[in-house]
């Protein structure tokens, strides 16, 4: 063994120990420092890094400081500890939302370990519920067409028959259409942008007529100097947007009688409507500003063409279509032209070989026309690189199969015989001459 070997189990020897001496001085912080304390200071960090702590992030550790003491160690919050408030809250809430305040906590304790305040997260032992909440909502053509007239009628939350019309038709998000801007909308280039969305990258989203329409006569109502396209008029938040529209949006969807139905889905409804009208996955996830195709894969089956290519693939070969179009030969006519006709779709070629060359897409069945012998053959042919002699195709093509060609073909039923064998095939006056070698 080199010295290079003792040098490296020297130094692994020398960390283990090292390794041990800062687990033991982790632990005894968190064996000191108080749940409380360490509470108070991320929540100063989150306020500032995370952009939802207001309707996140700090409900979800209210809850947690419901249900664990202030006074608590860092060290004695156990997985049976979380497990048990777990189970508890899944009694009286729903499992999505046990799951959410679970994450929070699993964030807290990653941040106690980057400062070396806990020695380990307690939450990674415990198992999330992890259910499928994916909800497919959208409005119909007649619900749509009951909703708008429902909500001409409510006078108590202003703008709502317009945010429902933009909402169906650019798929925005709520906060982002409630509190958007005119600086936001490109009439020149009919171009809405926001400069930053929930993932946190900007999105530009291009506006139909409808759109155009409704923004445009907004734009002509506007409250002057006010910069929000949604704002209230008077009171005492005059100038600011208006956000608040649920109870006048339960109202219309009552009159409208439209059941199980939110805001958001409006969202679903944007999007299943295009792919409904033979828009791509790809083109409606850019559209809603998603980063993958993940998103948009629940509205995958309302495409009428969704797997059509896939299952296509069952349908009969192209050479069943070839027969039941080939032309019939006329009086004096010989089968040849007809033959370089039907391939050729009746123009002229100068290289009629390399028509019948294989082509990306050439399927292995039309090879058979080329010259009227078993597709079996042909494909041996092609496998073992033997080129069909072209040169007297035009030659009457025999409509039945050569008794020693055909024996010849039950005599190498094994793969690897049937690999083996070359074929090649030449017309002599009208006669077929046959040679195989093995």
């Known amino acids: 063994m080199c010295r290079n070997n003792y040098a490296i189990i020297g130094v692994c020897c020398r960390a283990e120990p090292f390794k041990r001496r800062v687990s033991r001085i982790v632990n005894s912080r968190a064996e000191t420092v108080t749940f409380e304390t360490v509470l108070k200071q991320y929540r100063e960090y989150s306020t500032v890094q995370n952009r939802s702590h207001n309707s996140y992030v700090e409900p979800a550790l209210s809850v947690w400081e419901a249900h664990i003491k ?41 941040w106690c370990i980057g400062r070396n305040l806990a020695a380990s997260n307690p939450v990674c032992r415990v198992k999330f519920f992890n259910e499928d909440n994916a909800r497919l909502r959208y409005l119909t053509d007649a619900e749509y067409s009951r909703l708008l007239p429902a909500a001409k009628k409510i006078e108590t939350s202003p703008f709502l028959v317009e945010k429902i019309i933009l909402s169906v038709h650019t798929g925005l998000r709520r906060g982002s259409l409630f509190n958007l801007r005119w600086d936001q909308v490109d009439f020149l280039n009919r171009v809405l942008r926001i400069q930053r969305t929930k993932s946190g990258r900007p999105h530009a989203l291009p506006l139909n007529a409808t759109v155009l329409t409704t923004l445009q006569a907004l734009y002509n109502q506007r409250i002057p100097d006010c910069p929000y396209v949604f704002p209230h008029a008077t009171g005492r938040k005059a100038g600011e947007p208006v956000q608040d529209v649920k109870n006048a949006f339960h109202t219309a969807l009552a009159t409208a009688e439209i059941n199980d139905f939110t805001w958001h889905d409006l969202r679903h409804t944007f999007a299943s409507w295009l792919i409904m009208k033979g828009a791509s996955l790809r083109s409606v996830a850019e559209l809603l500003g998603h980063r993958g195709l993940r998103m948009v894969m629940r509205y995958a089956h309302l495409s009428p063409e969704h797997l059509s290519a896939e299952v296509g693939l069952l349908d009969p070969t192209r050479l069943l279509r070839l027969r039941q179009k080939r032309p019939h030969a006329a009086k004096g006519q010989e089968k040849g032209n007809v033959l370089r006709s039907a391939i050729s779709g009746g123009r002229k070629s100068s290289n009629f070989r390399r028509e019948l060359a294989p082509q990306p897409g050439f399927e292995p069945g039309t090879l058979r026309l080329t010259a009227g012998c078993s597709t079996v053959e042909l494909l041996r042919n092609v496998l073992v690189g033997v080129r069909t002699n072209l040169n007297t195709i035009e030659s009457p093509v025999p409509r039945a199969i050569p008794r020693s060609r055909a024996s010849s073909v039950k005599a190498t039923r094994s793969r690897r015989a049937r690999i083996a064998v070359a074929t090649r095939t030449t017309w002599l006056n009208g006669v077929p001459s046959t040679s195989s070698t093995i």
Do not use: G
């Open 70 to 110: 202030a006074s608590t160690l860092l060290a004695k919050i156990t997985p049976a500890l979380v497990e048990d408030v777990k189970l508890r809250r899944a009694k009286v809430v729903a499992h999505t939302t046990v799951d959410k305040d679970l994450a929070v906590l699993k964030a807290f304790f990653s």
